[in-house]
């Protein structure tokens, strides 16, 4: 299983020649990805410079969604012959870029092996990209991780409307000494999830309590007032456990991400690394299916922007 970090795209219109490509900078931008040839990833210069190794599949089911690895450009100390030598080691990670009309997320794989961070192949890919699209049509463009929500309310409001269910994650961390339900009355729900995330972590099981709507295909109202709710989110804030919205489309968005590590803050999703290696001929299998499963993994990053550039972070 491969995991993914998920990051977007923001295009900068100031320069005065910007406006007149704006309405082609995603067209723009998808040709200099459409093969291994028509870009090079090349930063430094003299003996800084690095050339980073990159091949490139879009898919026949839709032209939009970018698949590409990039390679890291580095050495590795190895043993040869009873003596220490350093060779070159271009391990690569897969980029999925969805370029279609008004969505401009990008999932950089976690694999530590091969980049010490997403951030890192973020920064090389945003780097040529951007000098690339500002000598093309004067438009640069900025790479941005997509942060967890700490702020469950302000999340669910953004998606009340078509949410279809939470999820309340019980055994992702320990209870704090200082816990306390004085600002609730009713401790019925949380006398019965102190002792499941106490059980869960114990015995290390994994659970979680799913609230749906009483009517299928109906959104999930959440009463703010309610203390039941209010217990849940107040549980989950102090232990750091993820809730998770779910929407009719098939998003999720996960909630209370809070670690000292800003990478431990960036959504990830996930997707059999087989499937991208059947697309780049690297094993055997159904390619169709494998475009399948990749347009899955992208319809459930789900972010999708305006014509004006202007994005909001999940953020509280």
């Not at 219109?13 to 291994?36: S, T």
Request: charged share 30%.
């Amino acid at each position: 299983m491969a995991k993914f970090s998920h990051y977007y795209l923001q295009y900068d219109l100031n320069d005065l020649f910007a406006q007149e490509y704006k309405a082609k900078r995603q067209e723009i931008f998808g040709e200099m990805l459409e093969n291994d040839k028509s870009i090079s990833f090349i930063l430094g210069e003299g003996e800084n410079l690095k050339h980073y190794k990159h091949t490139v599949r879009h898919l026949r089911i839709n032209h939009n969604i970018i698949v590409m690895r990039i390679a890291n450009d580095s050495k590795k100390e190895v043993i040869q012959d009873f003596k220490k030598m350093s060779v070159r080691h271009e391990p690569p990670c897969y980029v999925i870029i969805d370029n279609r009309d008004h969505c401009r997320r990008v999932a950089i794989q976690r694999n530590r092996e091969a980049w010490a961070s997403t951030g890192s192949v973020a920064h090389v890919m945003k780097e040529v990209l951007d000098q690339a699209m500002r000598r093309n049509c004067h438009i640069g463009i900025a790479m941005h991780p997509q942060y967890y929500p700490k702020d469950f309310y302000k999340a669910w409001r953004m998606h009340q409307h078509h949410t279809s269910g939470l999820r309340f994650g019980l055994a992702e961390g320990e209870v704090p000494r200082n816990f306390s339900n004085k600002l609730q009355t009713d401790d019925s729900i949380m006398g019965f999830a102190l002792k499941v995330n106490e059980e869960n972590i114990r015995k290390k099981y994994k659970t979680e309590l799913v609230l749906t709507p009483a009517q299928a295909g109906t959104p999930l109202l959440v009463d703010e007032d309610s203390v039941y709710i209010r217990n849940l989110v107040n549980f989950h804030a102090m232990t750091g456990s993820p809730i998770v919205i779910e929407t009719t489309d098939g998003a999720r968005f996960t909630c209370f991400i809070d670690d000292d590590e800003d990478s431990a803050k960036i959504i990830t999703s996930e997707m059999e690394r087989n499937h991208l290696d059947i697309l780049f001929g690297e094993v055997e299998g159904d390619a169709a299916a494998a475009e399948g499963k990749v347009m899955e993994f992208v319809n459930g990053m789900k972010y999708v922007v305006d014509d004006n550039e202007q994005h909001e972070e999940d953020e509280a």
